[in-house]
């Protein structure tokens, strides 16, 4: 298949287009920054594409969406997440036309979208968003895509957590450790979703090849806070001597963002399973020593 990636010198996208190529798949990135060969040049925001170079496209994958805990959540930086996820959406739905060949729009999403009042069983992709700020933006990216069901297939992978050696959260959480001020953040029982970056991108591949539609969970599990710091100190050779971080430090520290950090509840993985999908990593241990 002639697969377009958008936003694919990214992280995930440089992992999944690396993988589609060796399952034979024919891959162009989509990226502001100016180059050649597989990687185009758009911008969304100033309405810039040669729609030329896309004609051939039969499936899109929008990995688009600045980092949700890359900054602060100030008024400025919630506009930005936003329109990093809408606006290529709607600019890709615009340029529909300059790929006859269209049959398949991906849609990456995340996983932070249930609200944070546990629930008796794990919340499911049919459940409901929660009220919380990042619910509401998933809720937002979503509807965005949503454009794209009357005449394409659409699938909206939520992503959780990616594992992965080049950067991202583990960098993030090793830091503190490699120091020794490594600790959990209070209660320390706050659930959080992760996936390993070879699982992740073996799903968007698996939805391509099995032309899934809807909506999926991809996580390898849910685990605790401190399973996840303990697990990456050991991987590390490090002692966890702190006490756990209290919440209105992580407050202090991040504002409404700490939100995600001290809060979390049990997500399932069932409906992508129910696909014939096998999940590689799934304790959180094997997952952060293989990354090492």
């Known amino acids: 298949m002639k697969?377009?990636?958008?936003?694919?010198?990214?992280?995930i996208g440089s992992h999944l287009s690396r993988l589609l190529v060796q399952k034979g798949h024919e891959v162009k990135l989509l990226s502001r920054r100016p180059s050649e060969g597989p990687i185009i040049h758009w911008d969304p925001a100033l309405k810039e594409l040669d729609s030329d170079l896309i004609q051939d496209t039969e499936i899109v994958v929008n990995l688009c969406g600045a980092g949700i805990a890359d900054k602060r959540w100030s008024a400025k930086r919630k506009k930005e997440l936003l329109e990093s996820r809408v606006l290529p959406t709607q600019f890709l739905f615009e340029h529909r036309e300059s790929m006859p060949n269209l049959k398949h729009y991906i849609s990456a999403s995340g996983i932070s979208c249930y609200g944070f009042e546990m629930s008796e069983t794990p919340f499911k992709e049919e459940d409901a968003y929660g009220q919380d700020y990042t619910s509401q933006l998933v809720r937002q990216w979503e509807e965005a895509a949503d454009v794209f069901k009357v005449d394409y297939l659409l699938t909206k992978i939520r992503i959780a957590v990616v594992l992965t050696k080049?950067?991202?959260?583990l960098k993030t959480m090793r830091a503190p450790i490699k120091v020794y001020i490594g600790a959990t953040i209070s209660p320390g029982t706050q659930l959080m979703q992760w996936i390993h970056i070879d699982d992740?991108?073996?799903?968007?591949l698996h939805s391509i090849e099995n032309k899934l539609e809807g909506t999926y969970n991809t996580l390898g599990n849910n685990s605790t806070n401190k399973e996840v710091m303990v697990s990456l100190a050991k991987s590390m050779n490090k002692p966890m001597w702190l006490p756990p971080v209290p919440k209105f430090m992580m407050k202090l520290l991040f504002g409404e963002m700490a939100d995600i950090l001290i809060n979390g509840v049990e997500v399932s993985t069932e409906k992508l399973k129910r696909t014939n999908f096998k999940i590689e990593h799934t304790e959180i241990q094997e997952a952060?020593?293989?990354?090492?």
């Open 3 to 11: 697969v377009l990636i958008a936003g694919g010198t990214g992280l």
């Open 166 to 169: 080049e950067g991202g959260a």
């Open 200 to 204: 992740l991108c073996a799903a968007f």
């Open 288 to 292: 952060i020593n293989s990354l090492r």
